[in-house]
Each structure stands twice: as C-alpha cells, then as structure tokens.
C-alpha cells in the first residue's frame, strides 16, 4: 500500500525533471504502480480510509510524484456531492498525455490548488484553461481524447505539468500572489 510519505516531496530534484515517453505494452512494473495510484487516491478520499491509514486527500497523482520519470497519470475524480452517503468515482489513466485545445476562459481555485507533493499552504492565483480537451493513450495502447471542464480540467492540467517538470508553485506570481484574479473566473 502506497503512503503518504512515499511521495516526493517539493525539494527532491527528480519532481523537476521532464517524464519520458512511455512505449507499449506497459510493464508489469507500471501496471502495479497504476494500481497503487489509483487505490492511494481512492482511499484517501473516503474519510475513514483517509484517517485510518493516514492519507493525505488528492485526486491525482503522477509517475514522476513516485520517482518514475515516465509519461503517465491517475486521476480518481468524486461524482458524488459531500451529502451523498455511497461515493462514486470515476477514473482516468493518461499515458503520454497531450492537451490539444483548450478554451480561452481561464479559471482559477478560490481556496488555491493543492499537490500531494507540497506539504505547506501556499497563497496565490494559479491561472488555468476552464475546459482542455486531452489525448492520450489508456493502459492497452489505445488512443484516447477526454474532455474536461473546471476542477477535472484543472487537474489534468496540474498533472501534465508534473509531467514536465512543473509544479503548480511556479505559476504564481511571487510579487503579486492574486495577479490577473478580476480577469479569471473562481471555481
């Protein structure tokens, strides 16, 4: 079982470097650590799983977060409201990922985006396309297009960045945290 503190964290070099391409098939290697990414983000977005085994909240995770500097993502996205007492989710494997549109509207989250990879609160606006449209390749090989819009959007958008060695930091201003918040819309 994946933990918390098996993710890398902000200072380690290997989050700054730019993933490989990965080729198919997928190795038995990347398909378990697919796997374990998918269970780690599950889990810790249900409560008691999250508290019992001391997870921190996410709702996607890169190869590179891991130490695998290879071109794939998970996203396990809540369809489910907070009232809602079963929660549904719905998951996405990315392998080679690309945005290939995106929408001129940007956005940004009110309460500032997270990243399993940052363990402190960080202050600031980070600009993001409302809607991205991406192509990639699933777990067989197949290629794929996924639309996405607001906080699914911004994720994918987070998760490419990993891929580049990119972290959600370096697109805040450090002289003007909230720059451009009256031009961009809050989610």
């Known amino acids: 079982m994946l933990k918390t503190c098996d993710i890398l964290d902000e200072k380690d070099k290997r989050l700054r470097q730019v993933s490989k391409e990965v080729t198919f098939p997928l190795t038995n290697d990347d398909k378990k650590l697919i796997d374990i990414m998918i269970q780690y983000l599950h ?3 249900i409560d008691e ?12 995770l890169s190869a590179i977060q891991l130490g695998v500097a290879k071109r794939f993502f998970v ?8 009232d809602d ?15 290939i549109s995106n929408s ?6 009110t309460d500032g985006e997270g990243c399993l990879s940052v ?16 192509e990639a390749y699933d777990m067989d090989g197949n290629k794929i297009q996924v639309r996405a819009r607001e906080d699914l959007a911004i994720c994918f958008q987070h998760e490419i960045d990993h891929l580049n060695g990119i972290l959600f930091v ?5 002289n003007n945290p909230f720059k451009g918040k009256d031009s961009m819309r809050a989610i």
């Open 85 to 99: 007492l079963e929660k549904e989710f719905e998951t996405y494997v990315l392998v080679n990922p690309k945005i």
């Open 75 to 82: 996203v396990v996205y809540e369809l489910t409201g907070p």
């Open 170 to 174: 370096d697109h805040i201003d450090k």
């Open 119 to 134: 363990n402190r609160s960080v202050e600031g606006i980070v600009p993001r396309y409302a809607r991205v449209t991406v």
């Open 49 to 60: 799983l999250a508290e019992k085994y001391n997870l921190r909240p996410g709702m996607g």
């Open 104 to 109: 001129m509207e940007k956005i940004y989250v």
């Open 43 to 45: 889990d810790s977005q």
